[in-house]
């Protein structure tokens, strides 16, 4: 049974930093992808950063580009995303995902994954 629980979350003022974290369990996926998905009040939906098995490749949403990092300790079974230089638009439950790749290498993230219970960031 796969189990993804983010911790991390919270209040803090424009400009600061936050790191989430997201522990995995119940899964042996030689090639996989992860990522952080988050959804605003009203809002849909939308991806973060995801980072993929083996090379590490890492993708993010132009809106977090050059501000948050996403990395993995696979000895910890642990994804991370450190957010530095927060927005008050980057209020949102934020959500880790984990899924197999496709054979041909592509994340199938968001449509086909486990997800985790969500963890609420509020920037002010």
């Known amino acids: 049974h796969v189990q993804l629980v983010e911790s991390g979350g919270g209040f803090v003022q424009a400009g600061g930093s936050l790191r989430l974290s997201c522990v995995a369990s119940?899964?042996?996926?030689?090639?996989?992808?992860m990522g952080w998905f988050r959804q605003a009040p009203g809002k849909e939906r939308g991806g973060v950063a995801v980072?993929?098995?083996?090379?590490?490749?890492?993708t993010y949403a132009d809106s977090v580009k050059g501000r948050f990092t996403i990395s993995k300790d696979n000895a910890k079974n642990t994804l991370y995303l450190q957010m530095n230089r927060l927005k008050p638009e980057d209020t949102a439950m934020y959500y880790c995902?984990?899924?197999?790749?496709?054979?041909?290498?592509?994340?199938?993230?968001?449509?086909?994954?486990?997800w985790g219970q969500g963890t609420q960031d509020t920037v002010s």
């Open positions: 980072i993929a098995s083996g090379d590490g490749s890492t």
């Open positions: 995902a984990a899924a197999e790749l496709y054979l041909d290498g592509r994340c199938p993230l968001p449509d086909i994954g486990y």
């Open positions: 119940g899964y042996t996926y030689s090639n996989y992808c």
